[in-house]
């Protein structure tokens, strides 16, 4: 591991420490090599002394945890963990996101809690469908995107092409700071345009430890890389002609995104990626609360949940909440308070959490995220803070397309039926919606049906109560009010349910119908229910 050199002074300092922090999070297609990268960026790190070590805590954490049996059985990741290591002079901490489409909203969450992200394309298949929506949640968030074009050693597409895609499809200006030399499935190494120099790359086995390296000069790269070289050459002429630059500004404002080309399973172009995110994404600064107002980084400690969690460690039935620090120096054991409540808050259970293992944690700092265990008071959104109270804006919910009453099939188990639902309310793995006069029934609300299959299972796997869903309905949500409300009710067509955060929400199965209230009822209120964080 690298050895920080710094004085006792600046070891305290928050505005110091955060100014070392580099805090993002992974967004990809499920298998465009999201874990891989993980692990060669520990590998990188010196957290690990060869790659592999992420699939081995992998394998324990199935061994500990019920549902996460599902998400190895599915292929996809459900749960997000933090990992931190340091790099360079940097503390990194990597965010890790569901790759599917289906967990956006948990993506936007973490995205909430991250300063930058790296958006991984495979190179043979480039912006997949199903995951554009995901991309798109980054774009909402507008927060700085480094791009990894990854699986370079195995035959693919056109890069150029690629470029264009994400232009077209995500609205990012790829800018490339690497170039490939060779074509996909014969990658010789990268040109890094910045520096202007051919680095050429040698495998290693399986991967397992970092690339060897060379600087290649021009001439040298002419005479053994021959068509490969020219091509390059011709391709990084053409990049320079439209200006594909990297260009820090627009890129901290999520409009460009510096590109790298590589292979993370032969660690090609690993490094350069690496780096970027210590040169070029923002370290942690001061965040604004939910009145516009900054809270400074050298603030008492303050920090936000994003994320919770329960039954990480079934046999314990805890309960823990991630918190991003925002501003000041957080110790273990220090009392905080909870702006939603006004309650003073124990941190006596701080700790690192990766799956379901985690390590005491005693001190963090801006960009840092702890995790609380048996916090079962704390809410996604909910803010903590000393000194002077802070609030943070909430993180809004999205707006649900997928519609499923929910009964539990046991009678006999109704407590727990009701208390699993509560639970997994509060986690957000679905929205639970009511009939504000009548119908007890709890509507399940989701964006994509993998939602309800990780509710019913973990339903049944963590309270132990089955659930009967409707075959799920796809709706068109609107946000109203009482006096709307009731106008609907008369002209029938659709459904107004309560949200348990007071939201109404009417839901209409016709989009001809909607659009014909609206036109002819302006005066109704029926907005729809903003997924972007620029909205309410
Ligand atoms: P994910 O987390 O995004 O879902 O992807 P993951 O890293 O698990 O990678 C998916 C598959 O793609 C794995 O193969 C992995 O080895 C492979 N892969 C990842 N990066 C690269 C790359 O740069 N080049 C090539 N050629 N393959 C890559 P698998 O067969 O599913 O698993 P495994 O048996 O290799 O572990």
Known sequence: MTVLAYTPDQAADPVAQAGRRRTFAIISHPDAGKTTLTEKFLLYGG????????K????????????????????????????????????VNLLDTPGHRDFSEDTYRVLAAADAAIMVLDVAKGVEAQTLKLFEVCRARRIPVLTFLNKYDRPGRDPLGLLDEVEQQIGLRATPVTWPVGLPGDFRGVIDRRRGEFVRFARTARGSTAAPEQVVAASQAEAEERGAWEQAMEEVALLDAIGADLDLASFLAGDTSPLFVGSALTNFGVRHLLDAVVDLAPPPAARADSTGQ???????????????????????????????VCSGRFERGMTVNHAATGRPFSTKYAAAVFGSERDTIDEAYPGDVIGLVNASDLRIGDTLYQGAPVAFPTIPAFAPELFATARARDTGRQKQFRRGLAQLEQEGVVQVLHDPDGDPTPVLAAVGPMQFEVFTFRLQHEYDATVELSPPQQRIARRTDPATAAQLKSAGGSRVLARSDGTLLALFESPYWLRRLEADHPDWRLEPVLTDPSGT
């Open 294 to 324: 900054e809270r400074a980084l050298e603030e008492p400690f303050s920090g936000f949940v994003f994320k919770v969690q329960a039954n990480m460690d079934p046999a314990h039935r805890d309960h823990v909440a991630f918190v991003r």
């Open 56 to 91: 081995a805590r992998g394998g324990r954490r199935r061994a500990t945890s019920d549902w996460m049996a599902m998400e190895q059985q599915r292929g996809i990741s459900i749960t997000s963990t933090v990992l931190q290591f340091t790099y360079r002079h940097c503390v």
């Open 47 to 54: 957290a690990v002394a060869e790659a592999g070590a992420v």
